[in-house]
């Protein structure tokens, strides 16, 4: 059996036809793209025609509305710190409690800075509450800052409504897409979305390329300031093969959108469905009818994540997991306890993100040695015993300090 | 993933040891559901000669966790309690061939369920002295609560002061933003406000800094002065600095505990020598006291 990947939300392998697309620019175009010579030559046009695919995934008027950046990351970076600078009398920015740290350590530095910054809670299947949104929109907010969909669990944000909110408002509306595009079809011109963000690696393309988009009017300040690349709104010379690998990577899959929402989507549910059948007390965690195709989160009761995520590679399986042994901190995944899952299921989550790579037997492969990875590491656990938990777990083994 | 050693892996997927020892009479459970690590140590002592003649555990916790509490039981089977007793979590770590720096919190955790089984079967009640926070120096491992309590006792106002009490900051300096934010809470709470140019905190006795030479006494007093300033930031590591012998500038030192032999040693005593050059105001160097005899017998040679 051959290894078997399943945290494509982390990131994905890179389709050979990205690479094949992509070498001339190492060998051959390589020259700069500002140059006048036959080394450039070629290179302009590319970059062109990148942009066109990437216009054609997300749905946007103009491509002169995509702005290539290093990463989503930075994407994200330059929308929050756009609007702040460029709206120096708004002191607020409302965003989520579950997003990822990109957006969030942005935020908290801001707010040492002196911003208020509104942390909208979730409810415990990961929902927001819109109406507590609405009302914490004014002319005090620089702008808002939600995630299209989860990165842990896969939960999708009603953003588009809530672009269109925010508009009414008169407020700047972000969407870190970094999970959904690719996943989720979507037509940018049709939304009041001034700026998203998307990176390349989820989406079979190199690590290190993203995009952000610029509703073409919205005001914008630079983060990075130089020559007049990307039209001034992000110097410094261009990551040419890594934009002609996006280009390619996002005509691939907008091709593949209804494969991903069909056949992806089928082996998801599938070891979904397996597992919680298998195996007592676990369960999905995020909002289970309205979801990535290719995400399920699962909180195994009583077991750590990071000791599953062990006995899953050595049986040749990759996953990833929201506890908090594999991050080095103490906490178990902010996403887990913005849902209030109980503590002796958070740090047991483990994440399986599927791919058009993925093939359901590998979905068979997982089931088979699943319960047998649980069952052995409950054997090990103070809060199991024989064939169930103990009785009242948290009181019958409370341990000493903390 | 984590760089583990064969040693944590081999544990991991074979542990030893594992489950209750059915007719225990200790048994210790520390750890926090919270923090994603828990352990129950079951043993069974002979009453006569208080040999451990059984551990068991139970762990809920990360691969290292599972390691450690399996290395642990084979560590202390047929010791008596009072040999356990000693059994440090740099033991632990040792002998799992080391930890990373963000785990070795579950080798400390191994050391508290011993502890807390030794006093359950005396019929003590083990207190845990020590609150785990955040993990803000991975050079060092040094964590947030360890870092606020420094600042709180030592009045410190600086980075350079946490370092010098702490070591926290003073390998890469990547953490140094993260300690900043520490000093400028604490300081917040204690009514004071975090000034990045503050004068590092003077030691109490550099202010009696002697412009003439030291004597000989003068300076072994000093330099005991500024081993016992020291010395809770090595405890904190489950280590201890002893002074053996001062000849000349140079100052002889055995590193006990968890300093003795670990990798940091040297590092600490780089640190311990800088410190005592500052307050000394003179060249001194420290030197490990296992090289007194070697230095010795080539003086008598
Ligand atoms: C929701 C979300 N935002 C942002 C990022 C960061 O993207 P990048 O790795 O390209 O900086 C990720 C990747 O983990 C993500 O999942
Ligand atoms: S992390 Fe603190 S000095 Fe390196």
Known sequence: MSDIYLDNNATTKVDHAVVDVMIPYFLEQYGNPSSIHKFADGVARGLKHARQQVQALIGCEHDSEIIFTSCGTESNSTAILSAVKAQPNKKEIITTMVEHPAILSVCDALEKDGYTIHRMPVDKAGRLNLNAYKNLLSDQVAIVSVMWANNETGTIFPVVEMAELANAAGVMFHTDAVQAVGKLPMMLQDTKIDMLSLSGHKLHSPKGIGVLYLRRGTRYRPLLRGGHQERGRRAGTENTASIVGLGKACELALEFIEYENTQVKAMRDRLERGITEQIPHCFVTGDMNNRLPNTTDIAFEYIEGESILMLLNKAGIAASSGS??????????????????????AHGTIRFSFSRYNKMSEVDEVLKVMPGIVATLRKLSPYWSGDGPVANPEQAFAPTYS | MWDYSDKVKEHFFNPKNAGAVVDANATGEVGSISCGDALRLTLKVDDDSEIILEAGFQTFGCGSAI???SVLTEIIKGMTLDEAAKVTNQDIADQLEGLPPEKMHCSVMGREALQAAIANYRGEVWKDDHEEGALICKCFAIDAV???????????????DVTNFTKAGGGCASCHEDIEAILEKVLAEKGEKFDPTAAPVVAPVKAAVAKAPLTNLQRIKKIEQVLESLRPALMADGGDVEL?????????????GACNGCQMAAMTIAGIQQRLMEVLGEFIKVVPATEMSKLVSIEVA
């Open chain 2, 146 to 160: 360890m870092i606020e309590e420094m600042v709180w006792a030592n009045k410190l106002r600086t980075v350079e």
């Open chain 1, 324 to 345: 908090a042994c594999t991050s080095g901190s103490l906490e178990p995944s902010h996403v887990m306890r913005a849902m209030d899952i109980p503590y002796t299921a």
């Open chain 2, 67 to 69: 390691a450690s509490s």
């Open chain 2, 244 to 256: 053996v012998e001062v000849i000349g500038n140079t100052a002889y030192v055995n590193m006990t």
